[in-house]
């Protein structure tokens, strides 16, 4: 029996019948979905008050659902017929269609940030959503900044280090001293580091022109000791492993600068001064490279309550 025009749309069911495509556009998918990211968001609707979020100050949060929600709501109510009845078309199209639209926008959401970057999407954007605003001189200065964020009992000093996925990472204009981070899950520990492309050879102290050894220079190096372990492979070829040791040793490293300029160092020299500290006769470039590399600067901020 075929249902009248009244008929059909007075029942959510009726009326996803008579669709032959009710899925939501995958563009129009995307759109909500970053809006649900607070994409184009007025920022005075995020800080309402200045003093909120001070200059070189970071804020961490919790992405309110509801309050989503009702963002999204406002964006589906184009052309909507505003009354007090429960009961017409519009409230009936909108109990038919939601819920498919809102598992695409949910997928959308969580795949926005994967798919700029080139990488697998996670799964579904989960209810909670955590983040932080950081306004500092440092968002301007260093454009790569990097954030790694782990969940209560999956941080790097934990058994099962877990990573939480970013859904969004981005300054809020390209001239803007103010980054936002939305996580996927409830954030416990957030690394805020340099870009890893600023991995370098470094020093841990260095002093010129001092007097701490009536030298024109002194320096010092943090050393991981290693033991070199010779065996024989299949073929008869020796084969060396290398076991370093997680522990450091400060080693005087003042003598491998040149005496003629202070700030070079005589990479023969420092080389000789590694093996020494090692107990070896020379080393190799990927154990001079284990000794000298330096990670990129990070600071590290744990949830308390």
């Known amino acids: 029996m075929q249902l009248s025009r009244s008929e059909t749309f007075s029942q959510p069911s009726a009326i996803l019948d008579t669709m032959t495509d009710p899925n ?27 003093r909120m979020l001070p200059l070189e100050s970071i804020r961490f949060f919790y992405l309110d659902p509801n309050w989503v929600a009702a963002l999204s709501d406002g964006a589906f109510s184009i052309g909507r017929n505003l009354t007090a009845d429960d009961d017409n078309t519009s409230l009936n199209i909108d109990k038919a269609v939601y819920p498919l639209s809102a598992d695409a926008v949910n997928t959308a959401k969580a795949s926005i940030r994967s798919t700029i970057l080139g990488t697998d999407a996670p799964p579904l954007a989960p209810l909670l959503i ?12 260093y454009p790569s900044l990097g954030v790694n964020v782990y969940p209560l009992n999956g941080t790097p000093d934990d058994k099962n280090p877990q990573m939480l996925d970013l859904l969004r990472l981005e300054k809020l204009d390209p001239r803007s001293d103010t980054l ?14 340099e870009a890893p492309q600023g991995l370098h050879y470094g020093i841990d102290c260095y002093y010129d022109n001092c007097t701490v050894n009536q030298k024109p220079v002194s320096a010092v190096k943090n050393l991981h000791t290693f033991t070199v372990n010779t065996s024989t492979g299949p073929t008869g070829t020796t084969i060396q492993g290398v076991t370093m040791s997680t522990d450091v ?54 949830k308390t309550n």
């Open 24 to 50: 939501m556009p995958g563009s129009l998918a995307k759109w909500l979905g970053k809006l649900a990211l607070l994409t184009g968001v007025p920022f005075n609707y995020l800080v309402p008050d200045e």
């Open 180 to 193: 936002i981070c939305l996580i996927a899950g409830d954030a416990y520990r957030v690394d805020i580091h």
């Open 130 to 141: 955590s983040g932080f605003l950081l306004r500092s001189k440092v968002v301007l200065e």
């Open 249 to 302: 040793t400060p080693t005087d490293i003042t003598s491998s600068f040149r005496p003629n300029n202070t700030r070079v160092i005589d990479m023969s020299t420092l080389a000789s001064v590694i093996a020494t500290a090692n107990s070896v006769t020379s080393v190799d470039s990927a154990e001079m490279g284990f000794e000298m590399t330096e990670g990129v600067g990070m600071v590290s901020f744990f």
